[in-house]
């Protein structure tokens, strides 16, 4: 997209300062607190947690920070401070769990075009600092097609299509996923999402303080196509150039963490979501029925897939997700959490 004059002498002004304040070293009037936890847009609002360890946006839907993407080189300069304090590192197994498992990450899958994205973000969890884990990996499909070649450390669920043409549904995955998990934690993640050494350690940290959701994401940084490519085939190219975006306001998509207890207790995934869409943002209101740390103050790393024209279309059923979701919040949260539960989700 291009931007006009205005739009960038908008931005030099109003934009720039609070960016450039926000990338100012932790020890400059800034003790304890990574500054950039609390970059926002103009007219955009944070609510601050009482330690001010995270933020919380105070808008409905995710944003992009403006001045990044008018002046692309400041994506990079922002990034490169962030993952300073959070670094990805990536291994090729993981340390083995000791006694109890800890947390189980579950990711869905379908197909071998996302394969190599699916085995990258597999080698930045197997890198996991300070805690035990496992990762389940749900394959939805006809036939297994990567069960031979995923690391084996993962553990692998194969759920065959009761039909050829149904579109690959994140609910009934991530539930599949759920049904088999060890940990006393799940993190449900997408197959595209790098994350930080210290990520899981972090959710278990706040897990043990009482918290049966958590949502830490503060920035999800939106990698190009051709970065992506060249990050794939040389392993070591994370932070040579601008991300096309830098995300806020995720919420229940993406990368979410809830207790096993707890999801449980409020229905799983609502699988009358066919496809995707819509299904993260109406679990996550039912998960705030629990005791949730909404402030995030962690970045992800977002791999360029090829985006799925028709994954927000049932087929068959004849409505797109969003009207779905709109007609299911019509319905009180306390009767969708009684109606998922007797639902038998995930088989």
Not at 46 to 62: N, P, R, S
Not at 93 to 104: A, K, M, N, Q
Not at 243 to 255: A, C, F, K, M, V
Not at 288 to 299: A, L, M, N, S
């Amino acid at each position: 997209m291009k931007y006009t004059l205005k739009q960038k002498i908008g931005a030099f002004l109003f934009d720039l300062p609070r960016f450039l304040w926000s990338i100012r070293p932790d020890w400059f009037f800034c003790r304890s607190t990574k500054p950039w936890i609390f970059m926002r847009n103009r007219n955009e609002r944070l609510i601050i947690d009482k330690g001010k360890e995270g933020a919380q946006c105070d808008w409905q839907w995710t944003s992009d920070l403006h001045a990044a993407k008018v002046f692309p080189f400041l994506g990079k300069v922002f990034m490169k401070r962030v993952f300073n304090d959070h670094p990805i590192a990536l291994k090729n197994d993981p340390d083995r769990p000791s006694g109890d498992i800890d947390v189980s990450f579950i990711i869905g899958h379908r197909g071998l075009k996302r394969l190599p994205n699916l085995l990258f973000v597999l080698k930045s969890i197997a890198a996991q600092i300070n805690v035990s884990l496992e990762c389940i990996v749900v394959e939805q499909s006809l036939n297994e097609e990567i069960k031979a070649l995923l690391p084996g450390w993962v553990r692998y669920i194969h759920t065959p299509l009761p039909r050829p043409e149904l579109l690959y549904c994140r609910s009934w995955a991530f539930n599949s996923g759920a049904r088999r998990a060890k940990g006393r934690l799940l993190i449900l993640h997408d197959n595209d999402l790098l994350i930080p050494a210290d990520y899981a350690g972090e959710l278990i940290s706040k897990y043990n303080s009482g918290y049966e959701v958590i949502n830490l994401k503060r920035f999800i940084f939106y990698f190009s196509q051709k970065h992506t490519e060249r990050i794939l085939q040389k392993n070591n190219t994370l932070y040579v150039e601008s991300p096309e975006r830098i995300l806020q306001n995720l919420e229940g998509g993406g990368s979410v963490a809830v207790t096993k207890e707890a999801y449980f207790a409020i229905g799983g995934f609502d699988e009358s979501f066919v496809g995707w869409g819509g299904e993260d943002n109406e679990f996550w209101e039912r998960a705030r029925t629990r005791k949730v740390w909404p402030y995030g103050y962690f970045p992800l790393i977002h791999l360029w897939h090829q985006f799925q024209a028709d994954a927000r279309f049932a087929r068959g059923l004849g409505r797109y997700t969003a009207e779905l979701f709109e007609s299911r919040l019509k319905v009180a949260v306390e009767e969708r959490i009684r109606e998922l539960i007797f639902r038998n989700f995930g088989r």
